[in-house]
Nanobody
Framework: QVQLMESGGGLVQAGGSLRLSCEGS????????VGWFRQAPGKEREFVAA????????SYQDSVKGRFIISRDNAGTTVYLQMNNVSAEDTAVYYC????????????????WGQGTQVTVYS
């Protein structure tokens, strides 16, 4: 079974940057595809970005393209979300999710979720 642990959330000023980390563990985690999702107050959880492994193909929600970058370390155990030029609309709890199938990650139908990390953007 795969376990995920997010970190790196916090307060950030509008226009600033923040990097989130998602550390995975468990059997065969390096074979899983991983994505980032977020849930703002009163809204449903939404897809933010995903990265395939080991090829490293990335996909993003339109609202974060050009601002957020998803990446994975060489060992395949940690996935990052670099958030740049953030705005109030980026305030949410951010979750990472993992699944053996990339398409299931992109639609949020994943086998494992992390517990989430809060990101709050202030002006």
């Amino acid at each position: 079974q795969v376990q995920l642990m997010e970190s790196g959330g916090g307060l950030v000023q509008a226009g600033g940057s923040l990097r989130l980390s998602c550390e995975g563990s468990g059997r065969r985690f390096s074979e899983y595809q991983v994505g980032w999702f977020r849930q703002a107050p009163g809204k449903e959880r939404e897809f933010v970005a995903a990265i395939s492994w080991p090829v490293g193909l990335t996909s993003y929600q339109d609202s974060v393209k050009g601002r957020f970058i998803i990446s994975r370390d060489n060992a395949g155990t940690t996935v990052y979300l670099q958030m740049n030029n953030v705005s109030a609309e980026d305030t949410a709890v951010y979750y990472c999710g993992a699944d053996p199938t990339l398409r299931r990650v992109q639609i949020g139908a994943v086998a494992a979720w992390g517990q989430g990390t809060q990101v709050t953007v202030y002006s």
